[in-house]
């Protein structure tokens, strides 16, 4: 079956080789092809890494396990937060491709990079190499992700207090000194938020609601879909008479004190923020979009690591194997279970069934036997972002 780019999950495993690699290769793709649809197969393709001592490997074996699970960690902290950034979710699986190549198809191509990590050298080596590169991504994102988040929260703060209902939004842009008495020793201005359903109950009420209310003062500053904002003259001695007397009308007064300075440096802020979001926008999703593919290929590094030394483990040396990559089909994951296991059950006979079971015994090592099968086995899974 042909690759596709919406698979989301692989089974990466390997048996070992039968005469040939290629004839494990073609067993597998017989036994599988016997039942429809079951799965999309692939070769994959790991290098003769250098083995080393079969202590080393059993430490190594426990060590990859806990890299695996940080480095897709890494991965998919990174997806979450280009999903988090970037507005435009049909440009997202730009950011998702390394190489050219989307996720999927990187890890159905996969070939090792040698120039990034050299096969002459230990695995533990490659190993702290990742780990190394992996944790700098890491801290990178979070110090960048608290800059811009700052910058984000900070405009969108501005931004929210300038919306949303009359009860509650700034009314430093809404007011303006034309609306208010300023400079007064005996009037004051106040502002009332009143439900469009009582608007005519406001018109015919304001000026008894204090014994010094100033006579057709009131005037309609602005609406929104549920409230009209009001102001409305009165002697200062009777304000709080009128503000009980709002009170049990439901009519709402807003605090307010009208500061020309105040709105001149709320709008530069604004303005600055604006500007520097955008500023960082653009270095930011580039470093995301590169930093995204770097730690995507340490991450699929580490599972071809871990199929080779378990592989070395389980069927011992000389290293004879074949590692393959299966796409289920969602459907199809029981069936394509059963026929991998019945199709390698004659592993679990053989003779390195007893050296699984030592592996297993291994201080130190964490292996769960209800998740062994006759095979190696690791699952990918590429639920990155939502369009994946």
Request: hydrophobic share 40%; glycine share 4%.
């Amino acid at each position: 079956m042909e690759a596709r780019d919406e698979f989301t999950e692989f089974w990466l495993i390997s048996a070992p080789g039968e005469e040939t690699c290629q004839q494990t290769w073609e067993a597998l793709n017989s036994a599988t092809a016997k039942h429809k649809n079951l799965s999309s197969n692939f070769k994959f393709s790991i290098p003769e890494l250098k083995v080393g001592t079969l202590d080393a490997l059993f430490g190594l074996s426990n060590d990859l396990d806990k890299l695996d699970a940080y480095t897709e960690s890494v991965v998919k902290k990174l997806g979450r937060y280009i999903g988090d950034v970037i507005p435009e979710k049909d440009k997202l699986k730009d950011y998702f491709s390394i190489n050219g190549n989307t996720v999927s198809s990187y890890v159905t191509k996969f070939q090792w990079d040698v120039a990034k990590f050299p096969t002459k050298q230990p695995l533990k080596n490659i190993s702290d190499q990742i780990t190394k590169h992996s944790t700098q991504i890491e801290m990178d994102l979070r110090n960048r992700a608290v800059s811009y988040n700052n910058l984000r929260n900070s405009l969108e703060g501005f931004q929210k207090r300038a919306s949303g209902s009359l009860l509650s939004r700034s009314l430093l842009e809404i007011v303006t000194k034309d609306d208010i008495v300023l400079n007064s020793e005996h009037l004051v201005t106040l502002l009332v938020v009143v439900h469009k359903h009582s608007e005519n109950e406001w018109y015919g009420k304001y000026e008894t609601l204090a014994t010094m209310v100033v006579p057709r003062s009131s005037r309609k500053i602005v609406e929104d879909s549920e409230n009209c904002l009001f102001s409305v003259t009165l002697f200062r001695k009777a304000v709080d008479e009128f503000k009980q007397a709002c009170y049990k009308r439901r009519f709402t007064i807003r605090d307010f004190v009208y500061d020309e300075e105040a709105l001149i440096a709320e709008k530069t802020e604004i303005g600055r923020l604006d500007m520097e979001l955008k500023n960082q926008f653009g270095p930011l999703t580039k470093w995301l979009k590169v930093n995204f593919g770097e730690a995507f290929v340490c991450w699929i590094h580490v599972k071809a690591m871990r199929v080779f030394v378990e592989s070395v483990l389980r069927f011992g040396l000389p290293v004879n194997f074949q590692a393959m990559l299966l796409a289920p089909l969602k459907k199809g994951q029981k069936k394509l279970q059963e026929v991998l296991n019945r199709h390698y059950h004659h592993l679990d006979n053989s003779s390195t069934s007893n050296q699984v079971l030592d592996i297993f015994d291994f201080p130190g090592l964490n292996v769960n036997l209800a998740d062994h099968h006759p095979y190696v086995f690791f699952k990918i899974s590429l639920n990155i972002c939502d369009i994946y």
